[in-house]
Each structure stands twice: as C-alpha cells, then as structure tokens.
T-cell receptor, first 116, second 113 residues
Framework: DQQVKQNSPSLSVQEGRISILNCDYT??????FLWYKKYPAEGPTFLIS?????DKNEDGRFTVFLNKSAKHLSLHIVPSQPGDSAVYFC???????????????FGKGTHLIIQP | DVKVTQSSRYLVKRTGEKVFLECVQD?????MFWYRQDPGLGLRLIYF?????MKEKGDIPEGYSVSREKKERFSLILESASTNQTSMYLC???WGQGNTEAFFGQGTRLTVV
C-alpha cells in the first residue's frame, strides 16, 4: 500500500515558466514533508521541507504548499531553469512521542524536464 | 559540510556471494538508513538504525541484514546475493530527535550476475 503518491511520472515545462509538482499521502500520522532532487547516478539532495503546523514554506525559487485536509502537497519552482531538470521525490515522516522519527517514506518520483 | 560516504560507486557480484555495502557519516548523526532505488518504484527503506547496535526493519528487509558497531558506520549485508537485488543502494543519516532532513550518500550501483 503506497502511503506517498506522486501520480505524474514526468512533467515537461518551458524554461522561465512555473513548475508544479504534486504529491498525495494517505497516512494521517505524517507530520513532516520533504522534497528531494535527484540527478542520475547521484544520491538525492534535500530541497525544502514543511512541518504539518504550516501550510507554506519558501526558499528562493522553491515553495512548498501543504493542504492537510486534502492530504496533498505541492512544490512550485519559479522560474524554472535548465538545471532544475531532475527527478523530484516527495517524502514524509512522523515523529513519535519520545521525539524520535523513523525513516522517510518516499513517493515514486516525478521526472521534471525543463525545455529551453 | 555534511558528508555521507559509501564505499563503492559500482559493484558487480555473482549470485550467491555475500556482499557488504559500507557507509560512513561524519555528522555525528544518531539515525542511519539504507534504501534501494528501482525504476518506477522510488526509494524503499530496507533497514534503519537509531543508535549503535540498534536496528529496525524497513519495508523490504528480506534478503538483507545490517550492522552498526560504531555510530558513524552502517553496513548493509546481502547474505546471498540474487539477481533481483540488482539495484541502486542509498545510505542516509539524520539527527535523532525531531523531524529533520536525511542526508544521502552518492549511492552504490550493485549488479548481481
């Protein structure tokens, strides 16, 4: 049973336009959400995160929106640049009463292609 | 600068061999993880450890074991490699308390022939 879903395997966007990547989750216990970027033959690199107590977080060209009632989050990249072409993974985790957290649960990824 | 280092970028092993994948982090992180990435399946958690000598099964632990004798080192062991374990293996680490990002190594592309 997939707890984190990225329903678009690929997305093509023109350079300079906005890229919107979507992610849905089913586990209501998740309280922390992250986006990672991955180039071929490299490990994922952390992009941006959001706690469940917030609905928006910005970092430069990257903004993540969280809609808890819909169990949906999205990553906006504005403006899109050629170097943004990569696979983007949505991930989620939950904290336990002792403060610890277990491993991240990842979606299957969306391959973003920025067209010149 | 944070660093997670995996011992090999590429490995080719024969079916039935015992395989060791090593990972070292220099950030004094409590948590360490092993994932595998396969096309169309994303990253799936194999095992994780939240302290020395502690380990927890992830989503796909079958055919694997782990060892964490020191805080900075987390090893993934394929007891008897099989062709369906051909994959990209990714090690990660994170702080122990609260929600924080995990930092990943560069990955090991393992091919079992």
């Amino acid at each position: 049973d997939q707890q984190v879903k990225q329903n678009s395997p690929s997305l093509s966007v023109q350079e300079g336009r906005i890229s919107i990547l979507n992610c849905d989750y089913t586990n209501s216990m998740f309280d922390y959400f992250l986006w990672y970027k991955k180039y071929p033959a490299e490990g994922p690199t952390f992009l941006i995160s959001i706690s469940s107590i917030k609905d928006k977080n910005e970092d430069g060209r990257f903004t993540v929106f969280l809609n808890k009632s819909a169990k949906h989050l999205s990553l906006h990249i504005v403006p899109s640049q050629p170097g943004d072409s990569a696979v983007y993974f949505c991930a989620a985790s939950r904290t336990y009463s002792g403060g610890g957290a277990d491993g991240l649960t990842f979606g299957k990824g969306t391959h973003l292609i920025i067209q010149p | 600068d944070v660093k997670v280092t995996q011992s090999s970028r590429y490995l080719v092993k024969r079916t039935g061999e015992k395989v060791f994948l090593e990972c070292v982090q220099d950030m004094d992180h409590e948590n360490m993880f092993w994932y595998r990435q396969d096309p169309g399946l994303g990253l799936r958690l194999i095992y994780f450890s939240y302290d020395v000598k502690m380990k927890e099964k992830g989503d796909i632990p079958e055919g694997y074991s782990v060892s964490r004798e020191k805080k900075e080192r987390f090893s993934l062991i394929l007891e008897s490699a099989s062709t369906n374990q051909t994959s990209m293996y990714l090690c990660a680490s994170s702080w122990g308390q609260g929600n924080t990002e995990a930092f990943f190594g560069q990955g090991t592309r393992l091919t079992v022939v």
